[in-house]
């Protein structure tokens, strides 16, 4: 047993994740009100830049004096996991170092707890980096909490629909009262979040909307956002303006309906006189359909059955 928990120790001790094992202090109507730091290893003082001999057997509250003045409760939180026995796993920012974590605590024995920390500071700033470019983003994005209500909106939301980003934040599309195409849309993403976030899976439609600046079609994809447990945290909504792209596969089909119904055979080829497209009097003259024939050389169509030595 003794050979194991050295061995645990050795562990944990050359383990790049930064680790502590604490004591809990409860007042006397056991409320947890500090911790006392029982062990950590060299990644937990390399995270915090203080070595373990300023650490070990001192309060929370002695070693890091601002944590009570955090706007996160962190000896409440763990406080929970001591007397619960319950594993938490959080991502929080903490004041006195000026850093963001993600954390993991457990319990093994009731009033004492242990904690592994992940420096996550950089990812923070990354990411926040891509909210700034969200802002400004060409394509309506939209994010969304599990209650499926609007936690942020980017201006072309506004630019499109016609309301700012705070008409929608902090609201479901059902609290959001529209008639006519508008409210039929709103609906359609509620669906569509509600699906996303049972199933996990991506999901895609188009809408066609009338405007202020007229009637538009949009291309919609709702992707889950996975936090890095392998759990849905939030859901984004991508909302592109394919009008244009409507317009033009609209003047295809009309163009190709011409082509089509032409009496006379046709027979359309690319610069290198490969066949790109043929009408259906030219398949019925040649006995060729186009997904035959499409790419190859316009020589397929000489009526010459051989060549001459």
Known sequence: MDLEKEKLNQILESSPVAFAYHRMVFDKHQK???????????????????????????QITEVFPGIKD????????????????????????????QRWYRVQAFSDEEGFFATLFQDITEHKKAGEMGREKERDFPDMLARYNLDLKHTFCNQAVESHLGEPPDYFLGKTFLDLKKEGDL???FSAMQRKLEKCLETG??????????????????????????????NIEALLAITRDITELKKAEEQRRFLDAIL????DS????????????INKKTEDLF??????IKGCPISVLNPEKEEKP
């Open 32 to 58: 947890p009100v500090d911790c006392i730091f029982k062990k950590v290893n060299k990644a937990f003082e390399k995270l915090t830049g203080i070595p373990r001999q300023e650490i070990i057997g001192r």
């Open 70 to 97: 955090d706007e996160f409760n962190w000896i409440k939180a763990y406080g929970r996991v001591a007397t619960s026995g319950e594993t938490a796993s959080f991502e929080k920012f903490f004041g006195p170092l």
């Open 183 to 185: 409210g039929k849309f």
């Open 201 to 230: 899976e991506k999901q895609v439609f188009e809408q066609s909307l009338g405007l202020a600046s007229g009637r538009k079609h949009f291309s919609i994809t709702i992707l889950p956002e996975i936090d890095g447990e392998g």
């Open 260 to 263: 089509e119904n032409i009496s």
């Open 266 to 277: 046709l027979v359309v080829t690319d610069s290198r006189h490969n066949i790109s497209f």
């Open 287 to 292: 006995g060729y359909s186009l997904e035959e």
